[in-house]
């Protein structure tokens, strides 16, 4: 099982690909033509819009290959473009994959990653429809477009938010960045394979039907997922909608592995929370009579919880957090600036 | 002039980047949701079908940033993408871009890069809808996804060439390819920038409008383009179609600029014709009595020749060269192996 991309070259990586594709990936009636032409095509649904996203997953920046598995590093590429598509209210169709690999990277590593990107979309009776293999001297990457649909009346944007709304928040942010602060301080002789932290880091669970239903249920005003943190991600909103927001730190759900780890790696666990990223929940705006349906309808396809954890206020309040004994303190959402 | 991405930040790149896009691009009605948001969301015109495409150019492999300018590599990033679009006879409509930084990368280089995407897209009235930064501490890269429309009736595919076609290819095949090797070969105080095989090569002209044309016209069985080189594409189109083809060595278009360039570089002008990538031209199959016909619609938009180079047979019969004195020798269509 050592064989390399440069023993089959780029055409036999192809054919392999391709059969991993059909295999072990789900088939759709709307796609016209998928890999093997210079484009693919693909058939859009009357009255839905199209939703297109693209992320990218650099080696040594965005993963480290000594600690992932090729199977989820395939996971967590394409749960990331799912994310999006949810976030929007939309559900995921059909994705094109483009890889830059080094000529020495293993035929079997390439074809577990596309088993994780099957993985991922085939809940969504999603697939890959194309995509691009390129050469790449140094560090790898993944760069995947999703392409999803929406109802028009079923889009949510993140500019849309309105004072007065209630922000709620799927999951437990900050499990990921503890995750992986775990795994960069661990020896290598500890396997953190199976902690859930880091489970949560390597494999985030996309919270695209929990999007997808709570838009078409109607109970939501603005929507983003907290892929730049928490408070990056909600400054979004804040700035998109122009609105402020006020956080109630009492009230951040925070799991007990993230309160043990926090222990572990001295961090703050509220900080853990708010700043770091690579969690992939969702922050969802709705009208405050709506919070109880809100999470009733979520709580019908999942059971991520759902948490209240703050207000959507006047832009010129800024984002201020509540500490528990009632005073207030302005947080400034900087998110996660690649290139700072 | 000398700001870089760490100067200014991944946001405000982004916020220069929009202001390029919005200056110097065109707005479609059709784009929902453009730049800003989880996702992009595009209406699909009802009665067609969506190409998506994507390709990558990677810094050293692709392009040598010593030798072509931001504007340059823009225009040609974008350029062979529309390639591909319009070789399924379809019509370039959005484009996200993925892009792979190094924090020391100018920002006016970023500018000039979009102003580049800008110019190729304009023609078309198709825009920037969205895309991705990620930082990269070595080779930069540019990942292009094109989303393009076409009527079903009139998608061109590479897999349905018939024995008895004739194989017409458009330009001059082989003048990419021996700009590049020109420019390998110069001095440092060569300046071949506006040489005009060099301005093949870095600013191919993507044959959309001919291969749109072609295809609303119904004069095409088959179409490919020439990016794995002219043989390496006819292989896809034998292959995918299950036919030979036999080409007469005679009637292949040289330009007078590649016949000098071939003997500069020592190289046979047939085989830079027949064997190197880089240009994107199109190969056309269409009945014998429809050549003259498929000439003529191409003629009435653009004025790039369309020349008859051979004709399709049976399987069996594989790829074969018909020499000026009229003995044959076969040809094995290797194309651009990217891994090779």
């Known amino acids: ?65 000594q600690h992932i598995s090729s ?3 395939g996971r967590r590429a394409m749960a990331v473009n799912i994310s999006d598509i949810g976030a929007m209210g939309g559900h995921p169709r059909a994705a094109l994959v483009s890889l830059g690999l080094r ?30 293999l390129t050469k790449t001297g ?29 922000i709620l928040v799927t999951g437990y942010p900050g499990q990921a960045a503890a995750g992986l602060q775990l795994l960069l301080q661990s020896q290598p002789s500890e396997d953190l394979h199976e902690h859930p932290l880091v489970r949560a880091y390597h494999t985030p669970i996309p919270r695209a039907r929990e999007g997808r239903t709570i838009a078409c249920a109607g109970y939501v005003t603005a929507m983003i997922d907290t892929s730049d943190g928490f408070l990056g991600d909600l400054g979004h909103i804040c700035q ?27 961090r ?21 009579e709506h919070i109880k349906l ?15 954890v703050g207000k959507i206020t006047k832009p010129s309040e800024g984002i201020q957090l509540v500490l528990p004994d009632g005073t207030q303190r302005p947080l400034t959402p900087t998110g996660w600036d690649h290139f700072a």
Chains 1, 2 share one sequence.
Request: glycine share 6%; hydrophobic share 45%.
């Open 103 to 132: 000529a020495d990277a293993l035929v079997a590593d390439i074809e577990a990653m596309y088993r994780g990107f099957a993985a991922e979309l085939n809940p969504f009776q999603a697939s890959i429809i194309g995509g691009n």
């Open 268 to 288: 703050n666990p509220y900080d853990l929370f708010l700043r770091d990223s690579d969690d992939y929940e969702l922050i969802i705006t709705c009208a405050p």
């Open 71 to 73: 199977l989820d590093l």
């Open 240 to 266: 998109n909608s122009m609105v402020g927001a006020v956080l109630f730190q009492e009230q951040f759900p925070l799991s007990a592995e993230l309160q043990i780890a926090a222990g572990v790696l001295a």
């Open 138 to 166: 140094d560090a790898m990457f993944i760069d995947i477009t999703l392409i999803g649909e929406v109802e028009p009346a079923k889009l949510v944007r993140r500019s849309t938010a309105r004072v007065g709304d209630a």
């Open 1 to 65: 099982m050592s064989e390399t991309l440069a023993d089959i070259g780029e055409f036999d990586l192809i054919h392999r690909i391709h059969r991993v594709i059909q295999q072990e990936g789900v088939s759709s009636p709307d796609v016209v033509l998928g890999i093997g032409d210079d484009a693919a095509s693909l058939r859009p649904r009357v009255g839905y819009e199209l939703l297109i996203t693209c992320d990218s997953m650099l080696e040594g920046r965005h993963y480290l290959p």
């Open 294 to 308: 809100a999470q009733s309808v979520i709580a019908n396809v999942s059971d991520v919880p759902v948490t209240e």
